[in-house]
């Protein structure tokens, strides 16, 4: 396969979200030489199928480099978004609080990390400077406690539902869809949202942030209460 060949499968996997893993690969399909690249090639399997699993194996790599920003959330950076990720196992915490004190407390650390990024983003940390949005993926965004939560501080809400992520015309052309299906190959169901920073800069937002933070409070949740019991 020819280099203009692979350039052409990359961008056609390229979103909105991925422009940075893309032009970064992109780069290094242009600066490597022509033996270095077809040596690669031929290592990688030589057919468009395995290439093309290369390339995507090769964008997931790059944007699983998650940071830890609290006790419960970590960070990678996506193109113009910054990614949150939860990459704790919520189980015992559901064992040991139930579900719905569980959910709460997600929301509060989910808020925490979201004012974190923010603050460092304001302070002129040079990472997050041309980010314009706060992004997440995850199968957990099903739940009617987090979709509340989500819907309440107005978060942009879709899914992919299992006959979505299984159908393969759909995938090839919704490659948010086949990107969920990657990284969470055994769910029925993955849920994305996004916020802006401009919309989380707002007072409207920062009003309706600090009620939630307060009716959690009511009910005995908070960050300060969370440090107590550990």
Same mark, same amino acid.
């Given at each position: 396969?020819?280099?203009?060949?692979?350039?052409?499968?990359?961008?056609?996997?390229?979103?909105?979200?991925?422009?940075?893993?893309?032009?970064?690969?992109?780069?290094?399909?242009?600066?490597?030489?022509?033996?270095?690249?077809?040596?690669?090639?031929?290592?990688?399997?030589?057919?468009e199928e395995a290439?093309?699993?290369?390339?995507?194996?090769?964008?997931?790599?790059?944007?699983?480099?998650?940071?830890?920003?609290?006790?419960?959330?970590?960070?990678?950076?996506?193109?113009?978004?910054?990614?949150?990720?939860?990459?704790?196992?919520?189980?015992?915490?559901?064992?040991?609080?139930?579900?719905?004190?569980?959910?709460?407390?997600?929301?509060?650390?989910?808020?925490?990390?979201?004012?974190?990024?923010?603050?460092?983003?304001?302070?002129?940390?040079?990472?997050? =400077? *041309? @980010?314009?949005?706060?992004?997440?993926?995850?199968?957990?965004? !099903? $739940?009617?406690?987090?979709?509340?939560?989500?819907? &309440?501080?107005?978060?942009?809400?879709?899914?992919?539902?299992?006959?979505?992520?299984?159908?393969?015309?759909?995938?090839?052309?919704?490659?948010?869809?086949?990107?969920?299906?990657?990284?969470?190959?055994?769910r029925d169901y993955v849920g994305v949202?996004?916020?802006?920073?401009?919309?989380?800069?707002?007072?409207?937002? =920062? *009003? @309706?942030?600090?009620?939630?933070?307060?009716?959690?409070?009511? !009910? $005995?949740?908070?960050?300060?209460?969370?440090?107590? &019991?550990?």
């Amino acid at each position: 396969m020819k280099r203009e060949e692979i350039k052409q499968h990359l961008m056609a996997m390229r979103t909105p979200k991925n422009e940075e893993e893309m032009n970064r690969l992109l780069g290094m399909i242009d600066m490597a030489d022509e033996e270095t690249l077809q040596n690669k090639i031929e290592e990688i399997g030589g057919t468009e199928e395995a290439i093309n699993a290369f390339l995507k194996k090769q964008i997931l790599k790059i944007q699983e480099k998650h940071i830890p920003i609290n006790e419960m959330f970590s960070y990678g950076i996506n193109g113009n978004c910054i990614h949150l990720h939860l990459p704790v196992d919520l189980h015992p915490m559901i064992f040991d609080k139930g579900i719905s004190r569980t959910m709460d407390t997600v929301n509060l650390y989910l808020l925490d990390a979201m004012e974190r990024i923010k603050s460092l983003r304001d302070s002129g940390y040079y990472k997050f =400077q *041309d @980010k314009d949005s706060i992004y997440m993926m995850s199968p957990i965004l !099903k $739940g009617k406690r987090i979709l509340g939560f989500l819907d &309440e501080l107005d978060f942009k809400r879709r899914f992919y539902r299992e006959k979505e992520l299984n159908n393969e015309d759909f995938l090839k052309n919704h490659s948010e869809a086949m990107l969920a299906r990657k990284i969470f190959p055994e769910r029925d169901y993955v849920g994305v949202a996004e916020i802006t920073f401009d919309k989380m800069a707002s007072q409207e937002w =920062q *009003d @309706k942030k600090q009620k939630v933070v307060q009716e959690l409070k009511n !009910k $005995g949740i908070s960050l300060e209460k969370e440090k107590e &019991e550990k």
